[in-house]
């Protein structure tokens, strides 16, 4: 479950910033979790790797936080993703969840965080941390696309 954001509101930099921190931080937990549950050792391969970028993302962001932002326009760049996570539905993974369950949570997980900046980008247009929302924003689609790239590769080539 995502921070509550309202529609169409601009928080203070620093709200702004703890509740991408708390986005990240829930992101982790739900990655931490499930690589606990979880048996198959590929699927637990997958969701750490998920999970550390989560980690990363919260460290750029309490970086953020404590020194202040300075964008890059490179990265803040949204990419296309081909919205996979339209294709299976959200559930809870169990102990026996494969590679490719833990691969459509993590879609899932990844769909959330986009989500979640998008409404965060909206509500601070033209205020002085949109531009780090939109970096936000385009990493997320970047981890998003990743995963769905892999899911593409390994999983929908078997149909």
Do not use: W
Not at 19 to 40: H, P
Not at 73 to 93: A, G, H, R
Not at 141 to 147: A, G, I, P, Y
Request: charged share 30%; aromatic share 10%; proline share 4%.
């Amino acid at each position: 479950m995502s921070p509550e954001v309202e529609e169409g509101v601009c928080y203070t930099y620093e709200a702004a910033l703890e509740k991408a921190i708390q986005m990240e931080e829930e992101g982790f937990r739900n990655y931490l979790y499930a690589i606990k549950i979880v048996d198959d050792r590929q699927a637990k391969m997958i969701l750490k790797e998920a999970a550390v970028e989560e980690l990363q993302h919260k460290q750029s962001i309490e970086k953020a936080l404590l020194e202040g932002y300075e964008h890059d326009e490179d990265m803040s760049k949204p990419v296309p993703t081909i919205n996979l996570n339209y294709v299976f539905e959200q559930k809870e993974l169990e102990p026996n969840a494969n590679a490719r369950q833990s691969l459509a949570y993590a879609i899932h997980l990844e769909k959330a965080a986009v989500d979640f900046y998008k409404r965060m980008l909206q509500g601070c247009e033209g205020a002085p941390m949109a531009p780090l929302f939109k970096r936000l924003l385009a990493d997320e689609t970047r981890h998003l696309k990743n995963l769905e790239d892999f899911y593409e590769d390994y999983f929908l080539a078997e149909n």
